[in-house]
C-alpha cells in the first residue's frame, strides 16, 4: 500500500531533480544580455538613451531598487498563484480547460510568469515553438530561480510593444520617471500592457487600461479610484504627445541641438557600458556647440560646410564636450559621420612633438635652425616652403615652432630620421599619424600625415600635463583615475615646448603684428592649416581644459578664399575661456 504512494512521491522528486540540475545554458545566456542604457552627464542630466543590440529599449534595475508594489501589480495581472505553485499553476490550467468548454470566467489563464519567462528565454534563442518545452522550462526555471530574482527578470524583460521591454522603459515612456519612484496606481496600469499593447497603452487605451487595472486591484485587495486612474492616463497621454519617441526615454529634457548623438554612440560602442554617468559637462558642450554655429555663420561665403569639436580635462583626459557634426536639427546635427574620428590633415599641429623629440636628442630653444631654401631627395625631390612663401634665414628653434616655419620643422624630421619620429608618435597615442606617416614622406610634419582630432587633442593634453599620456575617457569611474598615465614627453621638453606655444614673443615671422593671436599668452596654442583650406585646425590648452577644433569639408572640396586657422583658433580660445569662467 505505501508504495501506491512512494512512487509519485518519488517520481515528482526526480522530476525536481531534474528540472534543478538539468543543463539550461539558454537561460543564463538571457540573464548576460546586455540592456540598453540612459546616458546622463557628470551632473546626472540624462541626455541620451540606447536600445539593446535588438533594436528594443530595456533598462535593467536590481532586484533591491524595484518597488514592492510592482511586484505585488505583476502578481495579480499575470499569476495570482505565483507563490505556491512550481511554474506550472494547475488551477488556471483546469481553468483554461474549463473556458474552452465555456463554464469559467472570462479572464483565466495558463500562461504563469514562469512559463511566459520561459518563452522570452526561448524567442531569445533558436528554440523550437512547443507548448511541453516552454512548461518543462518554467519548472527548470522555478527550481533554480529565487521568487523574487525571477520577478525581477520579469518585470526588467516583459514586452510591452512599442520596442519597450521592462517595466523601466515603460514607466520612463509612459509616465517620464523611472520605475523606482512609480506608485501603486501607476504600477498597476503599466502591468495592464503587456497583455495586449494595441489596447492597453496608456496613450491610446481610452479607458481600457483603467478598467484592466481595476479588476487586477481588486484581486490583489487593492482600492483604487477610478478618476484616481484616470488622471495617470490623461497625463500619460499628454506627455506622450509632448515628446519625441527617443526623448521619452530621458527623466530630463535636453536640448536636442547639443550634438550628442556622436559622444553617445562612441559611448555604447562597447557593451556593457559600466557606467552610465558620463564625463561630459552639457553646459561645456553647449558652449561648444554655440561657438562652433557662430564661427560657421561667420564663414557661409566660405563654403565650409563641416566641423568638429572635443574638450578634455586636462589633468585627468576625461572628455567633457564631443561634437561629432556641425550644429543643427537632431542629436547628429549636420551629418551622421563623427567627424572627430575622421582622419584629416592636422597641418602643421604635429610641429610641437617634433620638436620634443629633438629638445630630448639635445637640441635647445636656443639652438640655430636654418630657414633657407632647401630640396631634399633625388629621384623625387621635395621643397619645402613656409606658409607666407618667405625664407628668414638663421633662426633659433624657439622661433621656428612659434612661428609654425615649414622649412626649419622639414630639416629637423630629415635629421631625426622617420623611425624615431614614428616610435614617438606611437608613444603619444596618434596611432593614425603612425599608419599614414610612410605614405607621407617629409610632408608628414606638414600635415601630410592624417590624424584624428580626439588623438591629437589627446596627446596636446599630455604635453599640458608635463608629458603625461593617458587614454582618453568617457566616465568620470574611479576605474580610470590618473594612475594609468605614462610618460610620453620628458618633462623638461615638455616644459620647453609649452613654453614657446604660450607666449606670444615666439610668434612674430609666422603671424601678422595685429593677429589676435598674440593676446593669448599662457595658453598653449597651435593652428594648422591644410593646402587649398579644406581642413583649418586648432588646439588651445592650458592647466585646466584641453581644446581641439577642426573645421573644413569632409567631402575634400575646397573652400572660396583663404579663411584661415585663425578661425578655429577664435572658437578654441573662446571655448576655454568660457569654460574657465564658469568652473
Not at 80 to 108: C, K, M, Q, Y
Not at 111 to 139: S, Y
Not at 270 to 281: A, E, I, L, N, W
Not at 334 to 355: E, Y
Request: with cysteine; net charge neutral; glycine share 8%.
Amino acid at each position: 500500500m505505501r508504495g501506491i504512494f512512494l512512487f509519485p512521491l518519488l517520481a515528482v522528486l526526480a522530476l525536481f531533480l531534474a528540472a534543478r540540475v538539468t543543463p539550461y545554458p539558454e537561460l543564463e545566456e538571457f540573464r548576460l544580455e546586455h540592456p540598453g542604457v540612459v546616458l546622463s552627464d557628470r551632473h546626472g542630466i540624462e541626455f541620451a538613451a540606447r536600445p539593446t543590440r535588438t533594436g528594443t529599449y530595456r533598462f535593467d534595475l536590481a532586484e533591491d531598487t524595484i518597488p514592492d508594489h510592482v511586484f505585488e501589480a505583476v502578481i495579480a495581472s499575470e499569476d495570482r498563484r505565483f507563490l505556491w505553485h512550481p511554474g506550472v499553476d494547475p488551477v488556471a490550467v483546469a481553468s483554461r480547460i474549463l473556458r474552452s468548454s465555456g463554464r469559467a470566467e472570462a479572464g483565466s489563464g495558463g500562461a504563469t510568469i514562469a512559463i511566459q519567462l520561459a518563452r522570452m528565454v526561448r524567442l531569445n534563442g533558436a528554440g523550437g515553438r512547443t507548448v511541453w518545452r516552454d512548461v518543462w522550462n518554467a519548472l527548470r526555471i522555478r527550481s533554480r530561480v529565487r521568487p523574487r530574482e525571477l520577478l525581477t527578470l520579469y518585470v526588467n524583460r516583459v514586452p510591452f510593444g512599442f520596442l519597450v521591454d521592462g517595466i523601466e522603459a515603460a514607466s520612463r515612456y509612459w509616465l517620464g520617471k523611472s520605475a523606482r519612484e512609480i506608485d501603486p496606481r501607476e504600477a498597476y496600469l503599466l502591468f495592464t500592457i503587456p497583455r495586449n499593447p494595441s489596447r492597453y497603452a496608456l496613450d491610446r487605451s481610452s479607458g481600457h487600461a483603467v478598467e484592466a487595472a481595476l479588476r487586477s486591484a481588486n484581486r490583489a485587495g487593492r482600492v483604487f479610484s477610478r478618476s484616481a486612474l484616470e488622471t495617470v492616463v490623461e497625463r500619460a497621454v499628454g506627455d506622450s504627445r509632448s515628446a519625441g519617441t527617443s526623448q521619452r526615454f530621458l527623466r530630463d529634457v535636453t536640448d536636442a541641438r547639443s550634438g550628442l548623438g556622436h559622444v553617445a554612440d562612441r559611448i555604447t560602442q562597447v557593451r556593457p557600458v559600466r557606467d552610465s554617468r558620463t564625463s561630459v559637462d552639457l553646459d561645456v558642450q553647449a558652449v561648444v556647440r554655440d561657438e562652433l554655429a557662430e564661427a560657421l555663420r561667420e564663414t557661409e561665403g566660405n563654403r565650409i560646410a563641416d566641423a568638429a569639436a572635443i574638450v578634455l580635462d586636462t589633468r585627468t583626459n576625461e572628455v567633457r564636450a564631443y561634437i561629432g557634426a556641425r550644429p543643427g536639427d537632431g542629436s547628429y546635427g549636420g551629418s551622421f559621420i563623427d567627424a572627430v574620428q575622421v582622419p584629416r590633415s592636422p597641418g602643421s599641429t604635429l610641429k610641437p612633438f617634433l620638436f620634443a623629440l629633438a629638445f630630448e636628442r639635445g637640441y635647445t630653444p636656443d639652438t640655430v635652425l636654418h630657414d633657407v631654401p632647401l630640396r631634399f631627395g633625388t629621384d623625387e625631390v621635395f621643397i619645402p616652403f613656409n606658409f607666407n612663401n618667405r625664407f628668414n634665414g638663421p633662426v633659433t628653434a624657439a622661433v621656428a615652432l612659434g612661428s609654425s616655419l615649414n622649412v626649419p620643422a622639414v630639416a629637423l624630421y630629415d635629421s631625426i630620421g622617420q623611425t624615431d619620429f614614428l616610435r614617438y608618435m606611437t608613444n603619444l597615442g596618434l596611432a593614425t599619424v603612425v599608419s599614414e606617416t610612410p605614405r607621407a614622406g617629409l610632408g608628414a610634419v606638414l600635415g601630410a600625415a592624417r590624424t584624428r582630432l580626439d588623438e591629437l587633442v589627446s596627446a596636446y593634453a599630455a604635453l599640458a600635463r608635463g608629458g603625461l599620456v593617458m587614454p582618453i575617457v568617457f566616465t568620470s569611474s574611479p576605474c580610470c583615475a590618473p594612475s594609468v598615465a605614462y610618460r610620453g614627453i620628458s618633462e623638461r621638453a615638455a616644459l620647453q615646448v609649452t613654453h614657446i606655444l604660450s607666449s606670444s614673443v615666439y610668434r612674430h615671422l609666422g603671424f601678422p603684428a595685429d593677429s589676435f593671436l598674440h593676446d593669448h599668452d599662457g595658453v598653449i596654442l597651435k593652428t594648422g592649416t591644410a593646402s587649398q583650406f579644406t581642413d583649418i585646425v586648432a588646439v588651445a590648452a592650458d592647466q585646466s581644459f584641453t581644446v581641439g577644433v577642426w573645421m573644413g569639408n569632409l567631402d575634400g572640396s575646397t573652400v572660396i578664399g583663404e579663411p584661415g586657422s585663425s578661425l578655429p583658433a577664435r572658437v578654441a580660445l573662446n571655448v576655454l575661456s568660457r569654460t574657465r569662467a564658469s568652473r
